[in-house]
């Protein structure tokens, strides 16, 4: 029996462009320790979804509290790929207040990359 608790952020990623995503993607949404500057984010949790579908997409990420650190920074990230290629990403941070878990989804907005 598996005795570890995780705590749940629910997630959704968007992009505002009016535009449909052609065949399947992968769609990634991180919680990531940014707190330490001049090194790349601790990755604190994360999740892929393949899909064929369009925005929003749905996640529940789930991360162990016990990493969690009172004093540090935290962030979610987001990507959308497809056939290895990156077509959106996050440019703007995305805080995350651990301590005041909020009762409804966090929206991260992704942006179109330059040739995505």
Do not use: W
């Not at 598996?2 to 535009?19: D, P, Q």
Request: hydrophobic fraction near 40%; charged fraction near 20%.
């Amino acid at each position: 029996m598996n005795t570890e608790t995780h705590n749940c952020l629910e997630v959704e990623v968007l992009y505002l462009e009016r535009i449909a995503l052609i065949g399947e993607n992968l769609v990634t949404v991180s919680l990531n320790d940014v707190s330490l500057q001049d090194v790349p984010a601790l990755t604190m949790a994360s999740q892929t979804l393949r899909t064929d579908k369009n925005v929003p997409f749905a996640f529940t990420l789930r991360y162990d509290p016990s990493l969690i650190k009172d004093n540090h920074t935290y962030s979610l990230s987001a990507r959308i790929e497809h056939e290895g290629r990156l077509l959106y990403i996050n440019t703007s941070a995305y805080e995350v207040d651990l301590n005041n878990p909020s009762d409804t989804p966090l929206t991260v907005v992704v942006q179109r990359v330059a040739n995505g």
